[in-house]
C-alpha cells in the first residue's frame, strides 16, 4: 500500500531506499527493509499493477564486535566511562579497572584513551581527563547498521573494515514504476470468468489472475483398484507360480445340483435352507445336469454305491433343480473336475483334457477300473460368493473364497497338509495349525488356523479337506484318483477388523488409493 501510495502521489519511485516502512523511523535503506520490499514489488508486478528495476548495491553490516560497540559503545569510551574526573576521586588502579570493564577492554580501551587523551595516569592509578566525549565510532556502527553505509564515505569506512567492526554484503534497491493496471487499491484478481461477470459486464473492469503455467495443478483423482482386487492379484500370481490354472468362475448363478449335490451335501442340509441361501424366483428351477451323471449322483444319495452306505433319504428333483446364488466356488470346483474326469469316462476332449460336451456319457468305467486316460490337474478360483446372513462387523451377504484342488493319483492328506503350509508361508502366515473338522463333501477335513501377532491369537482362516468318493467317483475318477481342496476368505485377511472398511458405503476413498499393493492382517 506504501509503494501504490507513494506511486500515486510521486509518479514513480527512484529510489526504494527513501520509504519509510510503517513503523520505522529511518528511511527503509536496510538490507531487510528491501527484501520485504522486494516481496510486496514481486506481488504487485504479478497483478501488472507496477513494474521495477533493480540496482545492486554494495552494503554494510556490523560484525559481532561491531554489534557490541553499537550497543555499550566503543573499549575506549568504556574505559573512560568507569574513571572519576581528575581531582574528583580517587585514582582506579589497573587491576580495579579490569575487574570493572573486564580484561579485554581494559586492555584495548586504554591504549586509544590515552591517545584521545581522555584519560591519564594519576600516581598509581587512572582518571578522565574530560567531563564529555563523542564515542564516534559507537556513532559509526550505529550508522551503518541503520543505513548500511557511512556519511564520511569510503576512506572511513574502509578503516572500520579493517578494524573487522564492518562487513560488506551485497544488497539492492528498486526504481519503481506504474503499471499498466495501476491502482492505489489492491484489488482480489479474479481466477473465473463467470456468467455473472459476463451478464453484469463487470468482467470489462474486473483485473484477472495470471495463468501459472508452472503449477503442479490438481489431482484429477483417476480411478484406483479396490484392495481386494490387489490382494486378489496377488494370491493368484501365488497360485499362478505354483502351476495351477484358473477355474471359470463368472456365474453366480448355479443350480442346487451342483453347488450341492455333485458335492454329496444332503439334500436337507441346513446350509441348503433360505435363511442360508438366496434363491432365485424367476427363473427358479435350471436346466437338466447331464443325465447319467444325475442319475449316478441321486442314487449314491438314496441308495449309496462306491463303498458308501448314501443318505437313506428320498431325493428329490426338485431340490435339485432350485437356481440359487452359490454359496461357494466348490460349485466351480465340482463341474471343472467333472469335466476332468470325462475322459475317465471315455469321452471326447479338447485340446485342455476338458470335455466338449458333457451332455453325453458314453461308457462309464466301473468302481476300481484303471483308466489311464486320467490326468492330474491343479486348478484355483478367486470369487463371489453369497449368503443369506444376518450381516455385522465380520460378515456381509456376499465375500470373496480363494479355492484351490488338486488332482492326481495317490493323494494323501499329508499332501494337502503340506501343499497349504507352502501356501499359506507364500502368502506370509508361517505359524499354522489345522483342526479335524466336518464337510459333506470331504472326509477327512480340516480347518485352518493361522496365528495373528497383533490379536496375540489363532485365528481360523479356511476349511479344507479330502473330496469323499461319493462325490467323485461318480464323476467318473478310477477309485485311486484323489482329490484335495480348500478355501479361505478374501476378506478376512485383508480387512483390519472390521469389513465395512472394505466395502459398502463407509469405505474411505482415500485408503483405497492408497493402500498397498497387499497387506495381509491375519
Ligand atoms: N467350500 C468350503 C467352504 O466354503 C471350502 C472347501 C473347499 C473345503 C474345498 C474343502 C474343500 O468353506
Redesign the pocket.
Known sequence: QLILDTLDKQGTIKDTRTLVLPGQIDPAATHDAQIIILGALNSLSSREMITYTTQETLSHVLTQEGASIALNGSHEARVWAVLPLKGEGEPVPPKELEKRVGAETAKLGQANAFKKKWIAKDGPGLVKLVSEIVDQTQLDMREVDSTGTLKAGEKALAELRRRKLITQRKGQWFTVHKGPLFSTSIAKPETDLTVDMLTSGSWKTSTYKRYNFDAEGVPTGGGSLHPLMKVRDEIRSIFLEMGFAEMPTSSFVESGFWCFDSLYVPQQHPAREVQDTFYLSDPSTSLPPPEAYYKRVAKVHEHGGYGSTGYRAPWSDTESSKLLLRT?T?AT?ASMLYKLAAKCRGEEVDDDGLATHSGTTQTHKEDGEESDAFRPAKLFSIDRVFRNETMDATHLAEFH?V?G?VADRGLTLADLIGFMRVFFKKMGLENIRFKPAY?P??EP?LEIFAFHPQLGKWVEVG???M?RPEMLEPMGFPKDVHVH???IGLERPTMINNIRTLVGHKVSIENVESSPAVAFHM
Do not use: A, L, P
Request: glycine share 18%; net charge negative; charged share 5%.
Open positions: 461357494h466348490t470346483s473364497q479355492e484342488v464337510n463333501y470331504t477335513s476349511n479344507s479337506g473330496f481342496g480348500w478355501g
